[in-house]
């Protein structure tokens, strides 16, 4: 994909994976223009094609009382300054066709959750919204399966699609990454890796996902030596307290050291 076509994009270095980060929610705004602060900072600096992420709500939860949102017109406005004051996309999930029609004024990326990248009419409306399509690979789909979610895109006039693997799932509590897939996805369209997602442990038995961030920098590496064209994670001041996915999300302060080292294996990867 010509990342040129995503609005506000800085194509600053085309040999180099792009980068979607932010928190796994947006808690409030001036979280928000921090976290976004801090990575176009390092983006910059180290040439790498940026999209800020950020969830308005969050509907897949385990709990009734978990986090869901600051409200979506708030979470959406929030997303949008983000956008107009840093010069950079933003990307957010969408989980019905009415968020979909919603969240397209405000963001440049629509992200269709893992749990419902089957659900035709929800791909096939933000397909037509015209906004770039990240699907998310299903934790129970074979990469192979992803060239169907993708032709419904393509198949509704929308050629701006984007898949994400963010593992697969590993008995009921763990996840892992099948490298083997990158290469068949990439057939499809550009494929991105998850790295926090991937690092989940799920339906644990307190209700709260918990997760491997240890693991973060291994899973990176080898996804950016695999010739992945994008890396995604969360990222938090202090994961410890984020209100959604903290466990396996990135301490802020990590990032730049764990960006730096990606983009030198990339550049050994690119002699090849």
């Known amino acids: 994909m010509d990342l040129s076509k995503i609005s506000n994009i800085k194509n600053l270095d085309s040999n180099n994976f792009f980068l979607l980060a932010g928190p796994c929610a ?33 509907a897949n939860r385990s709990r009734i009382d978990s986090f869901t949102g600051i409200g979506d017109k708030k979470a959406l406005e929030i997303l949008q300054k983000v956008s107009k004051e840093f010069h950079i996309p933003t990307v957010t999930d969408i989980h019905t066709e009415n968020d979909a029609v919603k969240a397209a004024e405000y963001v440049d990326v629509l992200q269709i959750p893992a749990f419902l990248v089957r659900q035709t009419d929800l791909i096939v409306t933000a397909a037509k919204t015209g906004k770039v399509v990240n699907l998310k690979k299903g934790q129970f789909m074979s990469p192979e399966a992803m060239r169907h979610a993708i032709k419904k895109i393509h198949d509704s006039g929308n050629q701006l699609a984007m898949i994400t693997d963010r593992g697969t799932m590993f008995g009921y509590q763990d996840m892992v990454v099948d490298f083997r897939g990158i290469p068949i996805m990439q057939q499809y369209a550009p494929t ?28 990176a590496k080898a996804g950016i030596a695999v010739g992945v064209d994008g890396i995604f994670l969360e990222t938090h001041f202090d994961p410890s307290i984020a209100k959604s996915d903290g466990a396996n999300m990135l301490k802020l302060d990590y990032l730049e050291d764990l960006l730096t080292k990606l983009v030198a294996i990339r550049k050994t990867v690119n002699q090849f």
């Open 26 to 58: 947006i808690e409030s705004e001036k979280m928000a223009m921090q976290i976004a602060e801090k990575c176009v900072e390092i983006t910059n600096k180290l040439q790498i094609p940026y999209i800020f992420k950020g969830s308005f709500k969050k």
């Open 192 to 219: 991105i890796l998850d790295i926090t997602h991937s690092l989940q442990q799920p339906n644990q038995a307190s209700g709260v996902t918990g997760g491997k961030p240890e693991l973060i920098e291994t899973i």
